[in-house]
Each structure stands twice: as structure tokens, then as C-alpha cells.
């Protein structure tokens, strides 16, 4: 039976929001400190040094992505002028921001899911199939 390897890193970062047409206290002006946690996983390690993606590096990728939106306002961004910038649309924002730098990076290793967190008792996690 073939085994797998998943690594996971964790980032964070300051933004306010407002979420468009929610009818409640969300839609007005607020902030977070969002928490990141990044999944990847491969079944094949690095030949060389025996490793699936190296932490520095993954974590490194994570830190580029989560620094754009880190200390702003996330309605104001590109990603978010039609899209409300919710947990879920972030997660799935930063997933495609990191799966195309990882490919680069580490191709025997794949994204396998992107959460995001308000508060550290809610999440939301974006994955592809």
C-alpha cells in the first residue's frame, strides 16, 4: 500500500471587510485577524534531500500570498470588487494565489486544501479536486 505525506504551515494577517448584502452587523465595517493554514501532500519525496516541499519555502509562499491582503481593506482589492470578501472566497483567493507558486516550486507535491478562520472557532477550507 502506497503511504502519503501531508505538511502543514500556519500564517496570519490583519484586513477589514464588509460583506455586501448580508443584512446583519457584517456588512458594516469590521476587522479580523484572519488565521491561514495551508495542506499540502504528495506520495513521492524529493530524491536528494528526502523531503516533500521544504517548510522555509512553503511557508515563505504563504507568507507572498497572505502579504498582499495582510493590513488592508479587502473590498478594495481586485479579487474582492465582485466577490464579498468572505472567509470562503479568501480561502479560495489565497488556494489559487499558493497552487500555482507550489507547481513551481515542488511539482511531486500538490495543494490539497486552503482554510481561512475569523476567530479560532470557525473556518472555512477550499480544496479542488
Not at 501531508?6 to 465595517?29: I, P, W
Not at 516550486?105 to 479560532?120: C, D, F, H, I, N
Request: include cysteine.
Amino acid at each position: 500500500m502506497a503511504g502519503k505525506w501531508r505538511l502543514t504551515v500556519d500564517e496570519a494577517f490583519c484586513a477589514s471587510h464588509q460583506l455586501r448584502n448580508y443584512n446583519g452587523k457584517c456588512e458594516h465595517l469590521h476587522g479580523h485577524n484572519f488565521g491561514v493554514t495551508v495542506e499540502v501532500e504528495g506520495s513521492e519525496l524529493d530524491p536528494a534531500v528526502e523531503i516533500l516541499v521544504d517548510f522555509g519555502e512553503l511557508k515563505r509562499l504563504t507568507r507572498e500570498a497572505v502579504g498582499a491582503l495582510d493590513h488592508s481593506h479587502l473590498n478594495d482589492l481586485p479579487a474582492f470588487t465582485e466577490h464579498n470578501p468572505s472567509s470562503e472566497n479568501l480561502a479560495r483567493h489565497l488556494y489559487r494565489e499558493i497552487r500555482d507558486r507550489l507547481a513551481a516550486l515542488a511539482p511531486q507535491a500538490r495543494l490539497r486544501s486552503v482554510s481561512v478562520s475569523e476567530k479560532g472557532t470557525s473556518r472555512a477550507t477550499y480544496m479542488e479536486d
